[in-house]
């Protein structure tokens, strides 16, 4: 290095000057991407966070209030019967998560290493597609006093003529919700159990200690 130096130096070279690479406009759009992505994910939420916030503080403009206060706040712990809807709101969501892991277990313990585990997962991709209100809509549809159920029964079974006063979909104690979320989410539950028995370690150690069924 040295001796190449002083070569360098008696000839009289001066050492040149690093200049930076151009880049053109493709590679500054990819190398601000990124940034860009992150920037277009956060704008939305933080907009809508903050038009959520506003309201709720007592800031509407269209309604002549200008003055930020906690009076809405106030408002809902002074409705009636606010401790009871949360209650059932929990208790509704606890209740129709641990009803639908616990049949999605005994689903994976009853057809595992059977053809007919295979047919379930080929029928998960359909059902995964429908969107949740749909759902939703859907079962109430179907539970509802003048619902599919209460028709294909009636006349002739029961002897309805006009739809009685029943107490779903909208029953005191959440059974309706609590149905139409386990539905929701059994699918998914066993679209990620399914996913999780996949992996070569696990599937084969269940594989060894559960014996093959043929049905």
């Known amino acids: 290095m040295s001796q190449g ?44 966070l903050i038009c959520v916030l506003l309201p709720a503080l007592s800031w509407l403009p269209a309604l002549e209030k200008t003055t930020l206060n906690l009076q809405g706040f106030i408002d809902l712990w002074q409705t009636p019967g606010i401790t009871q809807m949360a209650a059932l709101s929990l208790a509704t969501g606890l209740i129709s998560t641990l009803l639908a892991f616990v049949i999605a277990l005994m689903i994976l313990a009853a057809f595992f290493n059977s053809v007919w585990l295979q047919r379930i997962e ?24 003048s619902g599919m159920f209460a028709r294909l029964i009636s006349p002739w ?29 059994l699918p998914f539950l066993l679209l990620m159990a399914l996913g999780a028995l996949a992996q070569p370690e696990l599937g084969k150690n269940c594989a060894n200690n559960i014996p093959l069924r043929s049905i």
């Open 5 to 48: 130096f002083d070569k360098i130096t008696k000839k009289g070279d001066s050492p040149r000057p690093i200049t930076l690479e151009k880049k053109d406009l493709f590679t500054r759009i990819v190398s601000f991407s990124p940034k860009l992505l992150i920037l277009i994910l956060i704008l939305p939420v933080l907009c809508g």
């Open 157 to 185: 079974l029961t002897g309805w003529e006009m739809a009685p006063d029943g107490m779903f979909p909208h029953d005191p104690y959440g059974i309706s919700i609590i149905l139409g979320l386990t539905l929701k989410e």
């Open 122 to 145: 080929h029928l998960l991709s359909p059902i995964l597609v429908i969107p949740h209100a749909a759902a939703a809509i859907a079962v109430g549809f179907l539970i509802a006093p």
